[in-house]
């Protein structure tokens, strides 16, 4: 029987109802519409809650009924599930036990969400089911954006500037780095499995995804999407072009991060100025030195999981006061880390990005071909990020599961191919395995040898 390479491509993907379902909480995990609209003002209220409940099912649901998948993805659940105990054991010596108590329980709930997406939509079914919930995104941004520009278009800071669905411009734009890697995985998936797929919906998504970034003038956004892209992109081209090619692009890389560096190191303010950034980059090393301070205090033990940049916490109270900002993050994923978990925190979180990246490298000709290398460029992707933004071990946030969705892929491999019979296909044994075939009966009439006269 004929296979086409479009159904070959669809062999990985859930049923549609399964991709809607996944694709609402992908869509809740970003905090769009609902929040800007519910609490304008981003402060937690228990209607903000309250609406989570669907998705906590939702999610329930899912796992039930995959959960032959989910219990093959064990490693996952295993480092995963050694994060939210060291999140949960936090609460002991919180600042704010509550919250660390209630974001403990949200973050365990997303996280099983996230080994499920990592353990269900495999192949390029991941990178198409977010490819199509950020399409729909983005275009709800653009009505947002011209039919109701009080919600779409920054009023007061940032003037002009598109926000979209969200409460500002940089959440929009990480979330259509997301659809724009998506939809680069999606072309380069259907190009090696021979072209089954038309490319129109990731053409547009790409497309629009790319013009919302550029209305948002973030340069973090725009610089995660050329990270993405042009992994995704390079990747292909390696797999396309063969050994000379490979040689030649390892070497332009390495020639390209060396220098690089050297020209980082003795120009950087000058780069920065060219960006449109100040050698504090906008306030952030202030920040950051009055952070460190604050973890020299608590260095194995950070202020509890979530509970730093709470609405009573004297701690960030001091932060604000030392910066003259009201300031609500780090702005530095390993930072904010420290000062939730202190070290162990951040090592275990370090050695789980590793374990990822590693694996993924090592399944790269398998995995990655399949899925259009999303995992290696979005992982770049969130590297980068996570020096500039909180986007480590949050309790809701869709840059985080993405994370350990790849960790779930990248440490579940599929079972082995099972015959028409139901029985998986067994190996030569092993007393028979350097035998010649029987050539009595084969080689001679009725297994006798014939007369000759």
């Known amino acids: 029987m004929h296979v086409s390479p479009g159904q070959i491509l669809d062999s990985d993907s859930p049923p549609l109802w399964e ?29 903000l809650r309250l609406i989570w409940l669907p998705v906590y099912a939702v ?27 060291l999140a949960y054991v936090s609460q002991y010596w919180s600042i704010d036990p509550e919250v660390t108590d209630r974001r403990v329980i ?29 399409l729909v995104m983005a275009v709800g941004s653009l009505i947002m954006v011209f039919a109701y520009p009080k919600v779409g278009v920054h009023q007061l800071d940032n003037a002009g500037l598109w926000r979209g669905l969200w409460y500002e411009k940089n959440q929009m734009g990480l979330v259509m780095v997301v659809g724009a890697v998506s939809a680069a995985a999606c072309l380069a998936a259907d190009q090696i499995a021979g072209g089954g797929r038309k490319p129109w919906a990731a053409l547009l998504t790409l497309l629009l995804t790319t013009v919302l970034i550029l209305a948002t003038q973030s340069k973090t956004s725009l610089l995660c999407l050329m990270i993405g892209v042009g992994m995704v992109g390079g990747w292909w081209t ?27 190191h003795i120009a950087s303010a000058s780069i920065l100025q060219a960006l449109g950034k100040d050698p504090s980059l906008t306030g ?6 009055a952070l460190m301070r604050k973890v020299a205090e608590r260095p194995w033990t950070g202020y509890g999981f979530s509970a730093f940049w709470g609405v009573d916490s004297i701690p960030a109270r001091e932060i604000r006061i030392q910066t003259q900002w009201p300031v609500p993050s780090a702005h530095n994923g390993w930072i904010d880390l420290l000062v939730q978990l202190g070290w162990p925190g951040a090592v275990a979180v370090g050695a789980l990005i590793a374990i990822a990246a590693i694996m993924i490298l090592a399944r790269t000709n398998g995995l990655g071909a399949r899925e259009g290398y999303w995992s ?11 020096l500039s933004e909180s986007v480590l071990l949050n309790h809701a946030s869709l840059p985080w599961s993405l994370m ?20 998986a296909p067994l190996a030569r044994p092993a007393a028979r395995a350097y035998q010649n075939r029987p050539r009595i009966a084969s080689d001679y009439v009725n297994g006798r040898r014939p007369l000759r006269f």
């Open 59 to 85: 999610t329930a649901g899912l796992l039930v009924f995959r959960f032959d998948k989910v219990i093959r993805a064990w490693p996952a659940w295993l480092m995963v599930g050694t994060l939210v105990a």
């Open 284 to 289: 952030r090393t202030l920040i950051w030195e």
């Open 376 to 386: 290696i460029g979005y992982l770049s992707v969130f590297v980068a990020l996570s």
């Open 106 to 134: 949200a973050m365990a709930i997303n996280s099983a969400f996230a080994v499920y997406l990592g353990a269900v939509f495999r192949g390029a079914a991941l990178p198409r089911v977010l490819m199509h919930t950020c």
């Open 404 to 423: 350990l969705a790849i960790l779930t892929r990248a440490v579940t491999f599929d079972p082995a191919p099972v015959r028409a019979s139901g029985r």
């Open 238 to 264: 390696l797999k396309q072009g063969g050994a000379a090619v490979t040689i030649v692009a390892i070497w332009a890389a390495v020639v390209g991060i060396v220098g690089g560096a050297w020209t980082w």
């Open 19 to 47: 991709q809607w379902a996944a694709g609402f909480v992908v869509f809740m995990l970003t905090g769009a519409l609902i929040a800007p609209v519910i609490a304008p003002t981003q402060v937690e209220t228990p209607i």
